[in-house]
């Protein structure tokens, strides 16, 4: 059992614990923790919280289906506040939003549109897999008409945007090459679809990677293949 003496309960014997998509980064919800809910979260690994209105302990998911597979668990530096890093299965807010922030109450006012951060990519995968899971007619769902058609057309697809995007950037201007790169990842996500390869694996993937030399990651898969130059 992890030590959670460090942790500074509030006179209710609660701590505030935010849950973040560990994948993309969304904060997806806050609620409270007493000391038994952040001990059965560390020893299962599934978020358990402590609810003030029934003043019972309970687990995120345990009716809905929705719970939250935990990651990390971390604390702030002044130690009162807990945050969960996880894998949401489903929405996480009450009213079946994805999460519980989605009211804005600033109007815009305070800069505008918010810029598209990469959780864009979570959510355009999962809408991919759900037009292959809800089986949509392939006379209104491309998606759908993809799949239908199979592993040699979604590659050809591939190869197409993969041509388009080099073109682009042979060429001045941004906007093109931006815009054949959203193609180009739009479909190699729905060749990932075809094996529910998830996208956290991607992004596991490129953690392992990252501080490590390109000349370094080709010579440690030559030698996993055993190939020669």
Not at 71 to 82: A, G, K, L, N, Q
Not at 111 to 136: C, F, N, S
Not at 143 to 165: C, D, M, P, R, W
Not at 212 to 229: A, F, L, P
């Amino acid at each position: 059992m992890a030590d959670i003496s460090k942790i500074e309960f509030d006179d209710k014997g609660l701590v505030p614990a935010v849950a973040q998509e560990a994948t993309t980064g969304e904060v997806l919800m806050v609620a409270y923790m007493n000391r038994e809910a952040l001990e059965k979260t560390l020893e299962s690994g599934r978020a358990h919280y402590f609810s003030r209105s029934r003043q019972k302990l309970w687990m995120k998911g345990e009716t809905s289906g929705n719970i939250q597979k935990v990651r990390s668990v971390r604390y702030d530096c002044d130690c009162d506040t807990v945050l969960l890093k996880v894998d949401q299965t489903g929405p996480a807010c009450h009213t079946n939003a994805r999460t519980c922030f989605f009211n804005r109450m600033d109007n815009g006012r305070g800069g505008g549109k918010e810029p598209a951060g990469p959780d864009i990519i979570a959510r355009l995968y999962q809408v991919i897999l759900d037009r292959k899971k809800e089986d949509a007619s392939p006379e209104k769902s491309y998606v759908a008409s993809l799949y239908e058609k199979g592993t040699n057309k979604i590659a050809q697809k591939i190869h197409e945007e993969s041509a388009e995007f080099i073109n682009a950037a042979k060429k001045e201007g941004k906007d093109e090459v931006v815009s054949e790169l959203c193609d180009l990842w739009f479909h190699t996500l729905i060749m990932l679809g075809r094996d529910d390869i998830a996208i956290g694996e991607v992004f596991a993937e490129f953690e392992r990677r990252f501080g490590t030399s390109g000349i370094e990651e080709k010579e440690s898969r030559k030698k996993k293949s055993g190939k020669k130059e």
